[in-house]
């Protein structure tokens, strides 16, 4: 038998995760899957779970400080039918599931699952997006590249439950006039994991690049952004140039 709990308040919740180490479940679309078990038997959970789904506090997005915060208990449909929501954000939420899959799915539950393959991962690594941790004695902000660190492994700690994922409003705004391109390939077109996902996005001025970023899902133990391919070359010093060599200008 599996302890579940299942909170009225966020206060609540945290004091149940501190003193029980419950996992938080919102949808439970992945974490059901993960703990599978034989047919007709319960899922074999290793230890209590706090369902987090219900709780209003965590369902929301709003700007605040300059970021762009979705609360980790809302749903992806509710998240793609906000307009401020990033468009390299909502082609990788498409991708996620059918469309009664993601009433129940939520962008924290696919983050802290830690796949390899997580559909929404690229795309939060090119945007900068963090994730804010709150537990019982505070909260904390930790960059969404340094979150996962490995399949199913995550800096989370065992008091601590996933409270919203923030992105960069500097990007939000600037993204739709940049060059943007999301594909995921899997076995077939819907309800298939991640073969491989590519997100790219880059800003021109003038005809010029002048930023460039891309993540790759499901090529290593997580998903990987690729900033030194991004990176600018750096220009060619004229004490490097030998007067044998080719002309420096």
């Known amino acids: 038998m599996v302890n579940f709990y299942c909170p009225e308040t966020l206060e609540e919740a945290l004091s149940v995760r501190s003193d029980h180490g419950a996992v938080p479940l919102a949808g439970g679309t992945d974490l059901m899957v993960r703990f599978e078990n034989w047919s007709s038997l319960p899922a074999g959970i290793p230890g209590p779970v706090m369902s987090v789904g219900q709780l209003e506090e965590l369902k929301y997005i709003r700007e605040e400080d300059g970021q762009l915060c979705i609360g980790a208990a809302l749903p992806l449909n509710q998240v793609l039918e906000d307009q401020r929501i990033p468009r390299s954000l909502a082609a990788a939420l498409d991708e996620i599931a059918a469309p009664s899959l993601r009433n129940l799915a939520t962008l924290a539950g696919n983050i802290q699952n830690a796949s390899p393959a997580a559909d929404s991962v690229p795309p939060l690594l090119i945007m900068d997006a963090r994730v804010r941790l709150l537990s019982s004695a505070g909260s904390r902000t930790v960059d969404m590249g340094d979150f996962i660190t490995g399949p199913g492994k995550t800096v989370l700690k065992e008091d601590e439950i996933i409270e919203s994922v923030r992105i960069p409003m ?26 491989l996902s590519v997100c790219f996005w880059a800003e021109t001025e003038k005809g010029v690049l002048k930023d460039i970023r891309l993540a790759l899902g499901a090529v290593a133990a997580t998903v990987v952004r690729l900033k030194e391919a991004c990176a600018r070359p750096a220009p060619l010093r004229r004490s490097a140039c030998r007067r044998d060599g080719p002309s420096c200008r």
């Open 170 to 195: 500097d990007f939000v705004n600037k993204e739709a006039a940049g060059i943007l391109s999301y594909r995921k390939v899997g076995t077939r077109k819907a309800n298939a994991l991640s073969k």
